[in-house]
């Protein structure tokens, strides 16, 4: 894993997606040095490309005034949705991004809504995308008064290797027991905007008991997360923030 983290590097710049307007990515390179490219669309809505492969998170056409035009993109060779709430599953997105080759891997409840065909993971199970090794993990609320919004159990998080780089995607949840068991995560996707995942102080715990190299807060709303990169800066975790209100 050091020589895995060693030959962690990252860049940052803007990119147009395809005459769509521009959005933040930063590259960073697996151990044979091949390139993974992030893309923050919005909230929890991410692109992912890697070795000619085109992955989708959560793909969600509109959120508030922000559109994003999927037809305008290549189609996902891999697609993957946590849960069923609108800000994450959009089957007209999905429909877009779409085609007979594509995989796509959803939590039963997802499924269950879907009319199409895709693969189900509950937590703590796996699969192999090609040369992309998932693993569904929980995520959930813990505090009283929440838990209705994300019941344990129903809901993934996804850790996604790739060529050694270790990335997590935590969905909505907040800082559960489990991301103790959760180790030598590359980048780490944290959301934060209460009461539907963790307040600020919940994910600086979670990141630190995570220990990821590089982490992105996302799903943050109208959260302030600007104090998240001083809070850890003692911790050695680069905090990079991005367009993912």
Known sequence: MKKILTCLLAAFGLTTAYGQG?????????KSGKEVTFHALVHASIRIQYDGKEIQIDPVTKLGNKVID???MPQADYLLVTHEHGDHFDKEAIKLLTSKNTQLV??????EMYDGKCAVLQNDQKATLGAIKVE???????????TQFHPKGRDNGYILTIDGLRIYIAGDTED???MSAIKNIDIA??????????????????????????????????TDVSGIPA?????????????YE
């Not at 521009?22 to 697996?30: A, H």
């Not at 569904?136 to 929440?146: D, H, I, K, L, S």
């Open 70 to 72: 999927y037809s305008t």
């Open 106 to 111: 959803m939590n039963k409840r997802c499924a």
């Open 231 to 243: 809070q850890l800066k003692g911790d050695g975790i680069d905090v990079r923030i991005r367009h």
């Open 136 to 146: 569904a993990v929980p995520a959930y609320n813990t505090t009283e008064g929440r």
């Open 189 to 222: 996707f944290l959301p934060c905007n209460q009461p539907y995942t963790m307040t600020t102080e919940q994910l600086v715990r979670a990141a630190r008991t995570i220990k990821p190299k590089v982490l992105f807060p996302y799903h943050y709303g109208q």
């Open 176 to 178: 559960i027991p489990e």
């Open 22 to 30: 521009t959005y933040e990515n930063d590259v960073f390179k697996t």
